[in-house]
């Protein structure tokens, strides 16, 4: 029999509880076949969220990844560019430097060039003079001719010659 509440009158509107006589024990090693298959569908339905909460987290780890390293190839690519950019200025500079020395060294060479600096050069480190009348010895020459023209007749070998031209000869007499 059911056991109702006797402590006294009830005023609310909804309808009494029965409590049951007695409790079911239930053995703990027997599993509920329909609690497994309400958690079964559960996980089921969780699966495919997780799946693609691991793609799109994976899909944003990729996405950084190629952000990450088109960042690094531009920079990369702007050291190489500033380092070029560098050298070139150094060479310029080098460029530059030669330049103004070579100008510098082709005035000294025309300075040096000079007759009057050539003179004055002679004179004192070499102690070179100018020509005296006495100094000077003239010579006379016959104006005799002095080519001679050649008389001996040049005679040709006709050892090198080729079977066409020993032909030739042969009909032309020689």
Do not use: C
């Not at 509440?5 to 029965?18: A, D, F, I, N």
């Not at 090693?29 to 569908?41: A, D, E, G």
């Not at 150094?90 to 100008?103: D, H, I, M, P, S």
């Not at 050892?159 to 030739?168: A, M, R, Y």
């Amino acid at each position: 029999m059911p056991n109702y509440r006797v402590s006294g009158y009830q005023y609310e509107t909804s309808p009494r509880k029965l409590e049951p006589e007695y409790v079911p024990q239930r053995n703990p090693y027997i599993k509920k076949k329909s609690s497994t298959l309400k958690q079964t569908n559960k996980e089921k339905e969780r699966r495919p969220q997780k799946k693609r909460k691991i793609k799109s987290h994976v899909k944003t780890v990729m996405y950084i990844g190629i952000v990450f390293s088109i960042l690094l190839a531009i920079s990369y690519r702007n050291s190489l560019i500033n380092e070029r950019f560098n050298q070139n200025e150094k060479l310029k500079n080098t460029l530059a430097v030669t330049q103004k020395e070579n100008e510098q060294l082709q005035v000294n060479i025309e300075n040096n060039l000079n007759l009057s600096n050539i003179e004055k050069m002679a004179r004192e480190k070499l102690g070179m003079q100018k020509l005296d009348n006495t100094q000077k010895i003239y010579v006379s020459l016959p104006k005799k001719d002095y080519v001679e023209p050649s008389t001996e007749k040049v005679v040709i070998d006709n050892v090198e010659l080729s079977w066409f031209q020993k032909i030739i000869n042969i009909f032309m007499g020689k």
